[in-house]
């Protein structure tokens, strides 16, 4: 199978050199390296060229600048599309990986091929803070224990437990999915959502990346304690819920798949219409969904912020 790397870079000239290093010294070597970078206003760009030209890789990796800026979710869907390889990596610019990253997950797509996208788990990491933990929800989901899990479509199994970095894509499986695409859907949540759709989402529970954890990341452990910002966040989980009903169809999910799918989108836009509207009484039409929701203390996170204005 032939492998492609891409990556998404903005303003990332702090540490992308650190992580050219560890996907450059892979024990596999990827096929060929994509990088995007979406009008940095560092020198981003600079470093990732010369970096190239110094290793010789000009065969093999390429830079392209975006035009106009197309956002994070945009721009990496945007290198996705450009990838020519049979599995599509994903690779954040400030990380780390393992120097077995490619091999051991290009051997389990191998041998699976029923897989569409494949995750490992992944190591919080933060060398200017040594203290710091990731909260414990996320490390329990992560037991490093080389166990192989398929992720089978469930109540909550919706939610995402992987990180884009993580991930590991068939190309024919993105290409497949590009349909129900929508503008700004991050990959990772996208890739989570319709690999289950397809019944082809599994997790390799073996610490693949070190994922760092700074002021500047685009995924960090935030919260959204917010009316305004909880609704927005609600209406975009509403639009993924439809798309990912289509793409169940697409995919020829079961009744039972079916049936879980359509309840999701039902409880988003209830929770939607509650924060939106401001409406308390549909927190009692919500009570039916709660074996939806990500976990209870959602439902009472949705009651606060009704509150506010």
Not at 47 to 69: F, T
Not at 221 to 249: I, P
């Amino acid at each position: 199978m032939s492998v492609s790397v891409i990556m998404a870079t903005y303003n990332g000239a702090e540490y992308i050199e650190e992580q050219l290093d560890t996907i450059r010294e892979q024990s596999r070597s990827a096929d060929e390296l994509i990088v995007c970078d979406d009008g940095s206003t560092d020198n981003t760009v600079e470093i990732v060229r010369e970096y190239i030209s110094r290793h010789g890789l000009d065969e093999k990796w390429r830079v392209y600048v975006n035009p106009d800026n197309l956002g994070f979710a945009n721009n990496f869907n945007h290198a996705a599309s450009l990838a020519t390889c049979d599995l599509v990596f994903f690779s954040d610019q400030d990380d780390r990986w393992d120097p077995e990253k490619i091999a051991v997950m290009e051997k389990i797509m191998q041998e699976h091929e029923d897989c569409s996208v494949l995750c490992s788990d992944y190591l919080p990491w933060t060398p200017e803070d040594p203290t710091f933990r990731a909260p414990k929800n996320i490390r329990d989901k992560m037991p490093d224990n080389g166990i192989l899990e398929k992720i089978k479509l469930g109540n909550r199994s919706l939610y995402i437990g992987a990180i884009g970095c993580c991930m590991c894509v068939r190309k024919a499986f993105f290409d497949r999915a590009e349909q129900f695409w929508f503008d700004g859907w991050a990959q990772d949540d996208r890739m989570w959502r319709l690999a289950q759709c397809a019944d082809g989402l599994y997790v390799l529970h073996s610490n693949l990346v070190w994922h760092r954890i700074h002021a500047r990341n685009t995924s960090t452990f935030g919260n959204y304690h917010n009316r305004v910002k909880r609704a927005e966040l609600f209406r975009n989980m509403l639009l993924a819920c439809e798309q990912s009903e289509k793409a169940a169809n697409e995919f020829s999910a079961s009744d039972g798949d079916m049936k879980i799918l359509s309840s999701h989108t039902m409880m988003m836009k209830r929770r939607c219409e509650m924060l939106e509207k401001r409406k308390p009484g549909h927190a009692l039409k919500l009570i039916k969904f709660l074996k939806y929701f990500q976990n209870y203390r959602s439902f009472f996170v949705d009651l606060y912020c009704l509150r506010q204005s």
